[in-house]
Structures are given as structure tokens and as C-alpha cells.
């Protein structure tokens, strides 16, 4: 389980980095397209669409790594004073849920995607099909999958952990820090 927490962890890192050159790339093609129509009156054809383009592909690899690092929102001033155990429960029933409703997503934009490509469908200005970028976009959302499944795993164990001590105490250390802790032992 430690490598496969290793090689979600170095996946997820990756995406990252390919999210950040999208980034650079969004940046780049803004102030080309700004110079393009204050130099020489012509602006680059279909810049807008390519910017979205990349900003879908950038948000869908960033998503594993938010994930990774505890990034997203949560709200926990409740379920922070239950007992150890009970937020181990929790933790592994919250993680059951995102793992279904993330993969359910994952499906359904693959499905939208291979529909998109069967119909033929580009954006209206560049004429650039638009499947390539909904199958990234569900390329992503399986990465972020990936994470939820560790996490999963890391939870369960600790709920197990927690039932089988004496005093009900889980294991320490959460999902994050037994991902972090095999990235870095590899």
C-alpha cells in the first residue's frame, strides 16, 4: 500500500507541474494576444477559447494534488470534538462518498467526452475539437480518485486500529501523512 501511496503521490505531483505550465501557458497566450491586437491590429484567432481550453486542463490536473494536501475546503468544528474513533468513522465514510461521487463524475465527463467526439463537436471561432480537453478533464477527476482511494485505505485502517485497542485510540497519523511518509521513503 505504501508504494501505490508513493505513486499516487509522485502522479499527483506531476499533474501538478502540468497544471502549472497550462498556467504559463494561459499567461503567455493573454499578452500574445494582447500585443498581436495593439502592435499589429490582429489578435490571435480563437484566444479566448484556447485560454478556456487550458484553464479546464489546468483546474482538472491541480485537483489531485489540492486533494493530496488537504487543500480543499472542509469544515470540521463539528466532528473535531467527537472522540478519536469517531472521527476516524467519519473520515472513512466521508471518503467513501467522495471516491463514489468523484468516479460517478469521472465516468459520466468520459462518457460526455466520447459523445463530444462521436458528434464531431469543436469550439466556434479555431474550429479545434472540443473531446481532447473533456477527456483530460476526465483524466484529472480519475487522478483525484486515485487520492481518495488512499485515503480511504488510511482511514479504514484506522478505524480497524481503533477497534482492536484497548482504549479505542486509532492509529496515528492520517491519510496525507502516511501518503507524504512513502512519497519520501521511496
Same mark, same amino acid.
Given at each position: 500500500?505504501?508504494?501505490f %501511496?508513493?505513486?499516487?503521490?509522485?502522479?499527483?505531483r506531476?499533474?501538478?507541474?502540468i497544471?502549472?505550465?497550462?498556467?504559463?501557458? /494561459?499567461?503567455?497566450?493573454?499578452?500574445?494576444? /494582447?500585443?498581436?491586437?495593439?502592435?499589429?491590429?490582429?489578435?490571435?484567432?480563437g484566444?479566448?477559447?484556447?485560454?478556456?481550453f487550458?484553464?479546464? %486542463?489546468m483546474?482538472? !490536473?491541480?485537483?489531485?494534488?489540492?486533494?493530496?494536501?488537504?487543500?480543499?475546503?472542509?469544515?470540521g468544528?463539528v466532528v473535531?470534538?467527537?472522540?478519536?474513533?469517531?472521527?476516524?468513522?467519519?473520515?472513512?465514510?466521508?471518503? =467513501?462518498?467522495?471516491?463514489g461521487?468523484?468516479?460517478?463524475? %469521472?465516468?459520466?465527463?468520459l462518457?460526455? %467526452?466520447n459523445?463530444?467526439?462521436t458528434s464531431g463537436?469543436v469550439? &466556434?471561432?479555431?474550429?479545434? &475539437? =472540443?473531446?481532447p !480537453?473533456?477527456?483530460?478533464?476526465?483524466?484529472?477527476?480519475?487522478a483525484?480518485?486515485?487520492? !481518495?482511494?488512499?485515503?480511504?485505505?488510511?482511514?479504514a485502517?484506522?478505524?480497524?486500529?481503533? =477497534?482492536?485497542l484497548?482504549?479505542g485510540y &486509532?492509529?496515528?497519523?492520517?491519510?496525507?501523512?502516511?501518503?507524504?511518509?512513502?512519497?519520501?521513503?521511496?
Open positions: 500500500m505504501k508504494q %501511496a508513493g505513486l499516487v503521490t509522485g502522479f499527483s506531476l499533474l501538478d507541474r497544471a502549472g505550465f497550462c498556467m504559463v501557458a /494561459i499567461m503567455l497566450l493573454v499578452v500574445a494576444n /494582447i500585443v498581436m491586437r495593439a502592435v499589429f491590429n490582429h489578435p490571435i484567432l484566444a479566448y477559447e484556447h485560454v478556456g487550458l484553464t479546464a %486542463a483546474i482538472a !490536473f491541480a485537483l489531485a494534488h489540492c486533494a493530496l494536501q488537504d487543500g480543499h475546503i472542509a469544515v468544528f473535531d470534538r467527537f472522540p478519536a474513533r469517531v472521527q476516524s468513522m467519519v473520515d472513512t465514510i466521508l471518503n =467513501v462518498i467522495a471516491l461521487f468523484w468516479s460517478l463524475s %469521472a465516468w459520466f465527463v462518457q460526455y %467526452a459523445s463530444m467526439k463537436v469550439s &466556434p471561432s479555431a474550429q479545434v &475539437p =472540443v473531446y !480537453f473533456v477527456y483530460l478533464v476526465a483524466f484529472g477527476l480519475a483525484l480518485c486515485l487520492v !481518495f482511494a488512499v485515503r480511504l485505505v488510511e482511514s485502517k484506522k478505524v480497524a486500529a481503533g =477497534v482492536t484497548k482504549k &486509532p492509529v496515528a497519523g492520517t491519510g496525507v501523512e502516511s501518503i507524504k511518509k512513502a512519497a519520501v521513503s521511496k
